[in-house]
């Protein structure tokens, strides 16, 4: 069964992160460079081999969201 989706989410700048919220959970910050860096989209993940492309260690550590959305992933 899929997981439900986020009854919230919003960027809380100030605090450097990402926060998700379910309508049964608490919420969950993570951190800009986190979410970045697991991003699943084809330009991250090679649709073919499922193999990451982005290499973590080009992130630098202060990126900061300009568009939030969603994936087909």
């Given at each position: 069964?899929?997981?439900?989706?986020?009854?919230?989410?919003?960027?809380?700048?100030?605090?450097?992160?990402?926060?998700?919220?379910?309508?049964?959970?608490?919420?969950?910050?993570?951190?800009?460079?986190?979410?970045?860096?697991?991003?699943?989209?084809?330009?991250?993940?090679?649709?073919?081999?499922?193999?990451?492309?982005?290499?973590?260690?080009?992130?630098?550590?202060?990126?900061?969201?300009?568009?939030?959305?969603?994936?087909?992933r």
């Amino acid at each position: 069964m899929p997981a439900a989706p986020p009854t919230s989410i919003r960027v809380l700048r100030d605090a450097g992160v990402i926060e998700v919220a379910w309508a049964e959970a608490p919420p969950a910050r993570l951190p800009f460079h986190f979410v970045r860096c697991l991003c699943p989209c084809a330009g991250c993940i090679d649709e073919i081999s499922g193999e990451r492309t982005l290499n973590p260690a080009d992130v630098p550590p202060d990126v900061t969201p300009v568009k939030l959305g969603f994936s087909d992933r």
